[in-house]
Structures are given as structure tokens and as C-alpha cells.
């Protein structure tokens, strides 16, 4: 499974759960994702926390590919570093929705053939959002497992029609804003 493959690699982080859905083939998993791995910390190899992540990751694959991907972001300047590490887990029928705390607006654009549609959101968590973009609600998951909760936000996002304008990767890089995620806890 894709997701056994990441692990091993130690790509995951955080990990809600990686399981089988109830159609064969499909596996889902919620948690965050690698996208630059911290260096080497000490002479048996084990690595020092990562230096950056997909966030709140909502993923789904049929066999070794990527289905679908939603997940947050910190900067705009990741996407590039998202579609290298993952490039052989990603094809041009791939979803891709992220959101971006630094991004200015909402939009899609293409990098390398592949077409991401981006959701500015400086705070927020990305499965309320992503329910909120998609039109569900509660009772849509009302009675469904973890995976086939996963499922129904895949099944929604092939008929989501963003009505965010369409820009070239160059000019997506124009507008970023200075917003930094805002990491709340206990004083």
C-alpha cells in the first residue's frame, strides 16, 4: 500500500489513520505529510524533525497513486517541493486542493502538467474548510467509517468546480501575503 511505502520512509506524521476503504484498491489516510526531511541527528541515522509538512493531510490512493490530495501549507513557494517528493505517487488525474497560509487568494494553477487549485486560509483546519468548500455537511457523513468519510469528500471534489480564476505558475507566485501560521496551545 502507497501509505505503508511513505511510512517506511518515514513520510508520515502525525498519523490519524491509514487503512483500506471498503472499495477495492482504495486506501485512505489523514495526518501530515513530509515534504523536507530534517537531517541526519546522530550516527545511527535517525533524523531530526522535519523541516517542513503538508498539514492536516486528507488523502487517497488507488494502488501506488494519488487519487486525491488536500492539505495545508505554510508558503506558496512549497507547491514545487510537494510535486518533486511525491512526483512518482502523482498524475496529471491526481486532485490536488491546498491551502496555503501565505497565499493572497484562491486560485488554480498548473505546474509540470499538473493542476492545483489553492485556498488561501491563514488559520483554519483544512477538513472544515475543504467540507465547507464541497458543500457537506454532517448528515453527509452521518453512520460512515474514518475511510468512507474520505470517500464522500473524494466523491464531492469530482463534481467541485472552483470559480477561482486560473493563473500561470509565475504569476501564482506574485501573490503571497506575510501571514504565518498561528500555533495556539496552552500558556
Excluded at 513530509?34 to 509538512?53: F, M, N, T, Y
Excluded at 517541493?81 to 491546498?98: F, G, N, Q, S, V
Excluded at 486560509?121 to 448528515?139: F, H
Aim: proline fraction near 3%; aromatic fraction near 8%.
Amino acid at each position: 500500500m502507497i501509505f505503508d511505502t511513505f511510512e517506511q520512509g518515514g513520510l508520515l506524521l502525525n498519523t490519524n489513520f491509514k487503512e483500506a476503504t471498503s472499495k477495492p484498491g482504495y486506501f485512505a489516510y489523514r495526518g501530515d505529510l513530509v515534504l523536507e526531511e530534517g537531517e541526519v541527528g546522530d550516527a545511527a541515522g535517525r533524523r531530526k524533525p522535519p523541516v517542513s509538512a503538508i498539514r492536516q493531510v486528507v488523502a487517497l490512493a488507488n494502488g501506488e497513486k494519488l487519487t486525491f490530495l488536500a492539505g495545508s501549507l505554510d508558503e506558496l513557494t512549497e507547491l514545487p517541493m510537494l510535486l518533486e517528493k511525491y512526483a512518482a505517487y502523482i498524475t496529471t488525474e491526481t486532485r490536488l486542493l491546498m491551502f496555503v497560509v501565505n497565499a493572497a487568494k484562491n486560485l488554480k494553477t498548473h505546474i509540470s502538467g499538473i493542476q492545483i487549485e489553492i485556498i488561501a486560509l491563514p488559520e483554519g483546519m483544512v477538513w472544515t474548510e475543504l467540507t465547507d468548500i464541497l458543500g457537506l455537511d454532517k448528515s453527509d457523513f452521518k453512520g460512515q467509517s474514518s475511510t468512507e468519510k474520505v470517500m464522500t469528500v473524494y466523491s464531492a471534489i469530482l463534481d467541485h468546480h472552483s470559480k477561482a480564476p486560473e493563473l500561470a505558475w509565475d504569476e501564482a507566485q506574485c501573490l503571497i501575503t506575510n501571514a504565518r501560521r498561528q500555533i495556539h496551545g496552552a500558556i
